[in-house]
């Protein structure tokens, strides 16, 4: 039925007067479990169904969307979509224009062992309970979270130069919390990752290797100790970030700068826009020359919720090297912005979060290639250092050139040893200026692809999962404490 | 430098019979009666077995025109119905949703709420559905509204665009519209529904070092003026040219309404019942207790003339009206009907969709104003800075309440009570409660709409001591 409805919509298109259009027909379940204080908070289940229709008409873009989906109400929809693109016609400075991409007719499915939703509801919130528990039993603690979240989409995405592609896509995602109250202080630990866990384009045997119970304990324990815990200090330092919080960073400071519709101006009024104009291209010494960063969809980079066969207008995935050995070399594209840049082809970064959203540029898997340290010799080759773990805050200016971050907890590292436990430690500086300083970065071995579930963009906003491997690194004379200053 | 939304309010009545109506553009609205919403929950109820049921219905119709460069790059409409089934089964809840309406499906649904809620514990304390509820009156649904055309979006972005043309400038920014329904329905014969329209425009002007931003949102479309926020747009953006920089510290800061929405609404969650139960609020051990200053008072009011949104919440129970800070004192929560047992406290309307993590929440957050404009705060500055929005503001420190963020899009230096030039944009790691003790001046109350709370009803304030901790380069 998927290819039926598409074909409504692409044969009503081209009546109406477009001369281009493409169909989405996505099908996509959602299962949400979470606990709270040792009682289940959410349970539920959705699935949503519908169609997206995006055409050009007069030389404009017109997108609309169903979940009427009979011949007629699909129909009415492609119609209203090509007369809403001869409504931005009237508005119109220049016609659309797109880098050519070839028909594909193709399948695709990312790999999983174990579906999450065959696997019982019961056996899910034993897991979830009892790492609930763990978190309870130790004195201190005052509020205890746990969560798991499951998607799965099906896509057919079809388009009036003749591509036909199927695609299925499972993600799995859990993490828990401990939160206390003490004083007058709020402190809390997470893992494997804070604000969800961690997610990835994976089945339920992601859950089962985070090992949420065994870790309940410490996280808790962590918890409960930061409020003895001294103040994070003010100053300039060497600073080394966990993985989790380096791929956040990368998130901010370079997955958003590189997207190129900001860069041209078309985010603006919410998003914001991009120190990285196009001039920089080539030229900028974005990072130290160990930084190395690409965006990666392809599957051999790994299950990142940025991992897929085909981008939302049909461009195969791809990887761009983003920063090789330091200089800027790559943006994120698509078929209208590639051309308005002069570059061949799409990158191929176009998704949109569900049926109902038209697709815009996001980011994919925008990872730090690995370095060669092993940690515990980073650890030892540091004489004075803060080492910052999970991230707590994050903040960054519409253009992404100032940024500061803060993580759950802190450790001093004197003498190459980790000394002490640190609350409330916080970072902040100018992009470039940041990834100049990187002097350090680990081995594969300590390498994850990490899972953002939650970044939002576009008007109506959009939530999408990136992906961002990184290995723990080392940054020097780094701005830290400001987050937490009086004046 | 007046607040944009007071602009936009001006030409309401004579905007509002100039809507032009032209064939519609895209798929008919489908909206439902309530007539036809009982029927579909009266299908679901006779699908279900289990003790108690409820079906909340939603359908949206919403579109929105963005452009950008001046130009229109992204146009869009949506029509989504969805269904969504909470069933209760000896003392367990869970909820299914779907969008899909033929029978299979609803027998689905039904089936899938009740398989969950079958494969967990019984939750203690779990409330009996509430039975039939009377609500307040709220008129929400403009036909302007919810018929406008996307032509009568374009023609309003072509005039912005021109402006912006005309002044060398570069606009981007939305024009929406749209509707939303919503119906609680359940087994012990509550039945609650609700529509209203929403329209909302939001524009920035660009120039090569400076930018300015305006932005309304209200029920009713004959309330937004695209050519009165594109002006004040384009003479903030005028206005804020060759930037200098000025040094983070404390400083005197005007807020225009917008930016102190998206501060204050970060406190929204804390004025939880449960968020105090679960010792996450930050004021927890604080009620009662003087931690602003007197010239703060905060009520959650939905039935307020400025407000939107529905007179009843997600299990169906009445919206009422709770004062949350008195004279600079929190004084009362709000709570769901479970949250409000646990705490010996009444129900006051504001929970959420059954089951959840949070509890409940306000919605409709209205401060008390006062009758200084914000011409009038730069007059009595002698040395501050005029802050047009705020941007990715996040949480540094809840229990203190301190956020950070940027400021952006019309960031003025005001010296000897005028406005001097725009200056680079600051990142602020301010306490909310701590700003809220520090405020001189407020200006009246207007509907304000930001980037990182929901809309609600703020005054422009003047606050000394405000902190900006470091500077960007723009």
């Known amino acids: ?487 | 430098m007046s607040p944009a939304t007071k602009d936009a309010k001006r030409p309401a009545k004579k905007r509002r019979n100039a809507v032009h109506r032209e064939p519609r553009a895209v798929a008919a609205l489908h909206l439902l009666s309530d007539a036809e919403m009982r029927r579909i929950a009266g299908k679901i109820f006779k699908l279900s077995d289990a003790d108690e049921t409820e079906v909340e219905i939603g359908v949206v119709s919403d579109a929105l025109t963005r452009f950008a460069n001046n130009t229109i790059h992204q146009n869009v409409a949506e029509q989504v119905l969805t269904v969504s089934v909470r069933t209760v089964l000896d003392g367990r809840t869970a909820r299914a949703t779907t969008n899909k309406t033929d029978d299979d499906s609803l027998r689905r649904v039904v089936a899938a709420s009740k398989s969950l809620a079958r494969s967990q514990p019984r939750i203690p304390g779990l409330l009996p559905m509430p039975g039939p509820q009377k609500y307040g009156k709220v008129a929400r649904y403009f036909e302007n509204t919810a018929y406008a055309t996307p032509a009568d979006r374009a023609r309003a972005v072509a005039r912005v665009a021109e402006l912006a043309e005309k002044n060398k400038q570069t606009a981007a920014g939305i024009f929406t519209t749209g509707v939303t329904q919503s119906a609680i329905v359940n087994t012990k014969g509550l039945f609650a529904s609700h529509r209203q329209t929403r329209a909302e425009f939001s524009i920035t002007i660009l120039e090569s070092d400076s930018s300015g931003w305006a932005k309304a949102n209200a029920p009713d479309l004959g309330r937004i003026d695209p050519d009165a926020l594109a002006r004040s747009a384009s003479e903030k953006s005028a206005a804020s040219r060759n930037p200098s920089e000025a040094a983070p510290g404390r400083w005197t800061v005007i807020l225009e309404p917008a930016a102190v929405l998206d501060l204050v609404g970060f406190l929204f969650y804390d004025f939880a019942g449960t968020a105090v139960k679960d010792q996450r609020s930050c004021f927890n051990k604080r009620m009662g207790k003087r931690v602003m200053g007197e010239n703060i008072t905060l009520h959650d009011d939905v039935f307020h003339p400025l407000q939107s949104g529905a007179p009843f919440d997600g299990e169906g129970m009445p919206r009422q009206q709770v004062l949350l800070v008195d004279k600079g004192i929190p004084s009362n929560l709000v709570y769901a009907r479970a949250t409000a047992k646990k705490m010996k406290a009444k129900p006051t309307g504001h929970g959420m969709p059954l089951p959840n993590d949070y509890g409940e929440a306000p919605m409709n957050l209205v401060f008390g104003g006062g009758n200084s404009s914000v011409d009038d705060m730069v007059r009595s500055t002698e040395r501050g800075v005029l802050v047009t929005r705020l941007w990715y503001i996040r949480e540094v420190d809840p229990y203190e309440k301190v956020l950070t963020g940027m400021t952006r899009d019309g960031t003025f230096l005001v010296q000897d009570g005028r406005v001097a030039g725009g200056i680079r944009n600051f990142r602020f790691n301010q306490s909310i409660l701590e700003m809220l003790s520090n405020v001189e001046l407020l200006g009246p109350a207007v509907r304000a709409a930001g980037e990182e709370s929901f809309e609600m009803v703020v005054p422009p304030m003047k606050v000394n001591n405000f902190h900006f901790s470091e500077v960007t380069k723009f």
Request: charge should be neutral; include cysteine.
């Open chain 1, 1 to 487: 039925m998927m290819r039926d409805f598409a074909n409504w919509a692409l044969e009503t298109a081209r009546s109406r007067g477009a001369t281009y259009a493409d169909a989405r027909v996505m099908d996509i379940r959602h299962r949400d479990l979470s606990t709270k204080n040792g009682q289940v908070g959410t349970l539920a289940e959705s699935e949503s169904l519908g169609i997206g229709i995006r055409v050009i008409a007069q030389g404009s873009w017109g997108f609309a969307s169903t979940d009427r989906l009979t011949r007629e109400g699909i129909a009415a929809c492609a119609a209203g979509a090509v007369a809403i693109a001869k409504a931005s016609a009237l508005a119109k400075r220049h016609d659309v224009e797109m880098a050519p991409v070839e028909a594909y007719q193709d399948t695709w499915q990312n790999p999983f062992v174990k579906d999450p939703f065959r696997i019982p509801i019961e056996r899910q919130l034993d897991l979830l309970l009892a790492a609930d528990r763990e978190m309870s039993r130790v004195k201190g603690v005052t509020l205890t979270e746990t969560s798991m979240a499951f998607r799965r989409i099906e896509q057919l995405f079809a388009s009036s130069i003749g591509s036909v592609i199927h695609q299925v896509k499972m993600e799995s995602g859990a993490g828990i919390v401990a939160t206390t109250f003490a004083g007058t202080e709020i402190q809390k630990r997470s893992y494997p990752n804070s604000f969800g866990g961690q997610h990835q384009l994976s089945g339920y045997e992601l859950v089962e290797s985070l090992d949420l119970v065994g870790n309940a304990p410490r996280v808790a324990e962590e918890a409960v100790a930061l409020h003895s815990a001294p103040q994070s200090p003010e100053g300039t330092k060497t600073i080394i970030l966990d993985s989790s919080q380096l791929g956040l960073q990368i998130h901010e400071s370079i997955g958003h700068p590189i997207e190129l519709d900001r860069v041209l101006g078309m985010e603006a009024n919410f998003a914001g826009m991009s120190f990285l104009t196009l001039e920089k291209l080539g030229k900028l010494r974005y990072g130290s020359d160990i930084v190395n960063v690409v965006a990666d969809a392809r599957l051999e980079h790994g299950p990142g919720l940025g991992t897929f066969g085909y981008d939302d207008e049909g461009v195969p995935a791809q990887c761009t090297p983003v920063i090789t050995d330091g200089l800027f070399t790559g943006y994120l594209s698509n078929r209208e912005t590639a051309v308005s840049i002069g570059l061949k082809r799409s990158g191929g970064t176009m998704r949109t979060e569900s049926w109902n959203r038209l697709p815009i540029i996001r980011m994919t898997n925008i990872s730090i290639l690995p370095g060669a340290w092993r940690y515990d010799d980073l650890i030892a080759d540091t004489d004075d250092a803060i080492l910052m773990e999970t991230n707590r805050s994050w903040s960054i200016d519409d253009r992404r050139y100032h940024f500061q971050f803060s993580t759950e907890i802190g450790w001093e590292i004197r003498g190459g040893k980790k000394t002490k436990m640190l609350k409330n430690p916080s970072y902040s500086g100018i992009t470039t200026e940041f990834w100049n300083s990187c002097d350090a970065i680990c081995s594969r071995k300590h390498w994850t692809l990490w899972g953002t579930p939650n970044c939002g963009k576009g008007q109506p906003m959009q939530t999408m999962g990136t992906g961002h491997g990184a290995a723990p690194a080392r940054f020097r004379n780094i701005k830290v404490g400001a987050a937490f200053a009086k004046s």
